[in-house]
């Protein structure tokens, strides 16, 4: 696989399909994230309430320790992840074999709509990335 590179004006359009499908849709925030827990792009409303450095570290050693849990079955992997909280939710989603897509959401947006939205945006992404399945 070659090197991506990743430019200004490609996050930028990144970050706008993360904008119009999900936190138009009512989602809180989003993070797309590299599997090491570094921020690629980021939106969302509550940006500046949260420590986004830290969720972003914490939501990569999640999806690490979970595709140990999935190999340990007999799983390759597994593509999402999704936690219930009283308040609010967290959905994680691979992108390509590089990323995840990180969407915190309360009560007021239902789980079949952000997954809907999640894997459209997901789409995107690889395409505009260049890392669109085969």
Sequence with gaps: MSDLVLTAPILEETR?????????????????????????????RDLDKLDTTALAALAAANFGATAQIAKLIGEDDFSLLFHKGKRDSIHFSKVGDKFILVTVFGDDVSLGLVRLRVAEVAKTIEKVFGIEKV
Excluded: P
């Design 16 to 44: 706008q399909h993360i904008e119009k499908q999900l936190v138009e849709a009512g989602v809180h925030t989003v993070l797309l994230i590299d599997e090491a827990g570094n921020v690629i792009a980021s939106s969302g």
